[in-house]
């Protein structure tokens, strides 16, 4: 069973930093590529980050390009996502998501239950 | 960059009848990487379709995704009470990966 399994989320200051995890298990880790995704409190889905396979090649929106840094452990099998210089505007349940393969080919086919990250002083 | 619109914004229907949601991109994409998500209150999203048309394991045949271009659409053909949710579209950049989502339709009784 593929497995998602986020942590890292709590309360921080503005202007503060944060690292967030996700543990994967149930499939090939190293084989997929990886994404986070946010929704702030009774908004949409923003996909904030990418990481290709290997952990070569990383992708972010404008929107957070510069503040925000994903990377990947294969032999953990655990993905992170830094983030700097928080804000209020960062405030939302930040979720992990697999690229699929074939001919899901890279639509996001397995989520994890998301951890919340609250920016407030 | 790709930007993708929903509409209607909410659709207010009865279980047992047919749901029809729109999404439209800015510039016309491959169908190929275009997706739907459901997500219902509390729970993560969960992948309906992808390729535009191809339902996702385990998906009920209830949902169809359809369209080419710039125009697609999710059908749910006879509602369900657990289809009450709010649905993304999504689609998935392949020479510049970028994976923006449109803005959801909730559907709600």
């Known amino acids: 069973e593929v497995r998602l399994l986020e942590s890292g989320g709590g309360l921080v200051q503005p202007g503060g930093s944060l690292r967030l995890s996700c543990v994967a298990s149930g499939f090939t880790f190293s084989m997929n590529a990886m994404a986070w995704v946010r929704q702030a409190p009774g908004k949409g889905l923003e996909w904030v980050s990418a990481i290709d396979d290997r952990g070569s090649n990383t992708y972010f929106p404008d929107s957070v390009r510069g503040r925000f840094t994903i990377s990947r452990d294969n032999s953990k099998n655990t993905l992170h996502l830094h983030i700097n210089s928080l804000t209020a505007e960062d405030t939302a349940l930040y979720y992990c998501?697999?690229?699929?393969?074939?001919?899901?080919?890279?639509?996001?086919?397995?989520w994890g239950q998301g951890t919340l990250v609250t920016v407030s002083s | 960059e790709i930007v993708l619109t929903q509409s209607p914004g909410t659709l207010s229907l009865s279980p047992g009848e047919r749901a029809t949601l729109s999404c439209r991109a800015s510039q016309s994409v491959d169908s190929a990487y275009l997706g739907w998500y459901q997500q219902k209150a509390g729970q993560a999203p969960r992948l309906l379709i992808y390729?535009?048309?191809r339902r996702a394991s385990g998906i009920p045949d209830r949902f169809s995704g359809s369209g080419s271009g710039t125009d697609f659409t999710l059908t749910i053909s006879r509602l369900e009470p657990e289809d009450f949710a709010v649905y993304y579209c999504q689609h998935v950049g392949i020479t510049t990966p970028l994976f923006p989502f449109g803005p959801g339709t909730k559907v709600d009784i």
């Open positions: 390729a535009a048309s």
């Open positions: 998501a697999r690229e699929g393969l074939g001919a899901v080919d890279n639509q996001f086919d397995f």
